[in-house]
């Protein structure tokens, strides 16, 4: 009687576990995205990657995509938690602030509304200088206009705005960059027009 309550305990184990099998194991955790980017034409992953500060096997994790996936325009990515990035309202328009690649604590942010572009940058820990370009969102080359240059004090909050040309305004989304005039790193996010 002992030797048949312990085959079956061990059939009873073996069946428990092929059935436990068959089902599918526990989803990971959802993936918190902070931010969405739709691609660009031409866009690499390094350059997406770097825009959002973080690893380009992250972002590929986050949208199931290949490490080794080449970027096609339209696609539709999620930034996960853990992005330098953030959005929310802010004053008259859509703010998005990103911590600028070239200095780790600094931040950028812009807005865009009432024909302006109004940029805020803070927490620089060395004088810099950028170029501040715009650009219809929805044009994949070219079309930039260079709107005017943005000195930084070393550490210091700044802010400025500039004029939004009169062939943006009625653009609903506004590509807002920043160049660094020294090292040519280049900080670009899409902005929605206020109006």
Not at 7 to 18: D, P, S
Not at 81 to 94: L, P, R
Not at 95 to 121: C, E, H, M
Request: proline residues 4%; charged residues 20%; aromatic residues 10%.
């Amino acid at each position: 009687m002992k030797t048949h309550t312990i085959k079956f305990v061990f059939a009873l184990t073996i069946a428990l576990a092929l059935v436990a099998g068959a089902f599918p194991q526990n989803a990971q955790a959802a993936v918190k995205c902070v931010s969405y980017y739709t691609v660009q034409k031409g866009d690499t992953t390094p350059k997406i990657s770097h825009t959002y500060g973080l690893k380009w096997r992250e972002i590929a994790d986050a949208n199931k995509l290949e490490r080794a996936w080449k970027p096609v325009a339209g696609t539709y990515l999620c930034i996960p938690d853990g992005a330098s990035v953030k959005e929310g309202s802010s004053g008259s328009g859509i703010s998005t602030t990103t911590t600028v690649p070239s200095d780790k604590k600094a931040s950028f942010s812009a807005q865009v509304g009432n024909r302006k572009v109004t940029i805020n940058l803070s927490s620089f820990t060395k004088k810099q200088v950028f170029f501040v370009k715009v650009r219809d969102a929805a044009q994949n080359f070219g079309g930039w206009t260079k709107i005017g240059t943005f000195r930084v004090p070393k550490s210091t909050t700044a802010s400025k705005s500039y004029q939004l040309p009169d062939d943006l305004r009625n653009k609903l989304y506004i590509d807002v960059c920043l160049k660094n005039a020294s090292t040519d790193e280049l900080i670009c996010r899409t902005v929605l027009n206020t109006q």
